[in-house]
């Protein structure tokens, strides 16, 4: 099997969290689960993730200023974000500034399909890999 890839999930809830990392890795990824906006930009810098969920609203660091201290890296710029958002925020105006968030997805979402926006994601830039 090809290299495998590392999801960073970073969110301050605990069932999701765990829910999302059991799909997952039941679909072959890797995941590294974080609690917090710091803990997530350390964790991004150093495991270097092929894609980031996190929640927008997050002790330390929200999921946009996460977004926008990685876009400022050049080894981080190009990580494709998904922003998990409680319904009724508006961040629209936000995201145009931050072309690293790929997907907006407000919660409740399906566990489902998270995890065909990561597959999509991850598929494309990779079109001489074999699925």
């Known amino acids: 099997m090809a290299s495998t890839h590392l999801i960073?999930?970073?969110?301050d809830?605990?069932?999701?969290t765990h829910i999302i990392a059991h799909k997952l890795k039941r679909a072959g990824y890797e995941v590294l689960v974080v609690e917090d906006g710091e803990m997530a930009l350390k964790a991004a810098l150093e495991h270097l993730p092929s894609a980031?969920?996190?929640?927008l609203q997050m002790p330390y660091l929200s999921g946009i200023e996460l977004a926008h201290q990685l876009s400022a890296q050049e080894k981080t710029k190009n990580i494709p974000i998904?922003?998990?958002t409680a319904r009724g925020y508006a961040v629209e105006?936000?995201?145009s500034t931050l072309p690293s968030i790929k997907k907006l997805l407000s919660k409740p979402f399906s566990a489902k399909d998270l995890l065909k926006d990561i597959d999509a994601l991850l598929q494309t830039g990779q079109e001489g890999q074999a699925a």
């Open 13 to 16: 809830e605990p069932h999701i």
């Open 8 to 11: 960073l999930l970073a969110d």
């Open 93 to 95: 105006d936000e995201l």
């Open 82 to 84: 998904i922003l998990l």
């Open 52 to 55: 980031i969920v996190t929640d």
